[in-house]
């Protein structure tokens, strides 16, 4: 079993910037990938970016240039620093973690940008 903490959401203003934390605890042999995803209200919920044990990020084409992702292995943490904040990115974000066995999620956290 995993647990997932996060932590960072809030609100703030457009142009503005976040960063989300996330910490997988528990009883797993390894992570494989660890990532974020998003859910606004009445829409799908859509990865917004993912990183690899080796360091390999893929991110969403609407977040590119503007977010970063990292990780932290020995502490099995992944951040998402968001910059440039824009209204369109206000949503419930999530954590997600893949072992090589299950994927496991976080509870999410609220993420506003409004003026």
């Known amino acids: 079993q995993v647990r997932l903490v996060e932590s960072g959401g809030g609100l703030v203003r457009p142009g503005g910037s976040l960063r989300l934390s996330c910490e997988a605890s528990?009883?797993?042999?390894?992570?494989?990938?660890m990532g974020w995803y998003r859910q606004a209200p009445g829409k799908q919920r859509e990865l917004v970016a993912i990183?690899?044990?080796?360091?390999?990020?893929n991110f969403a084409d609407s977040v590119k240039g503007r977010f970063t992702i990292s990780r932290d292995n020995a502490k099995n943490t992944v951040y998402l620093q968001m910059n440039s904040l824009k209204p369109e990115d206000t949503a419930v974000y999530y954590c997600?973690?893949?072992?090589?066995?299950?994927?496991?999620w976080g509870q999410g956290t609220q993420v506003t940008v409004s003026s």
């Open positions: 990183i690899t044990s080796g360091g390999t990020s």
């Open positions: 528990g009883s797993f042999l390894r992570i494989k990938a």
């Open positions: 997600k973690t893949d072992t090589y066995t299950l994927g496991y």
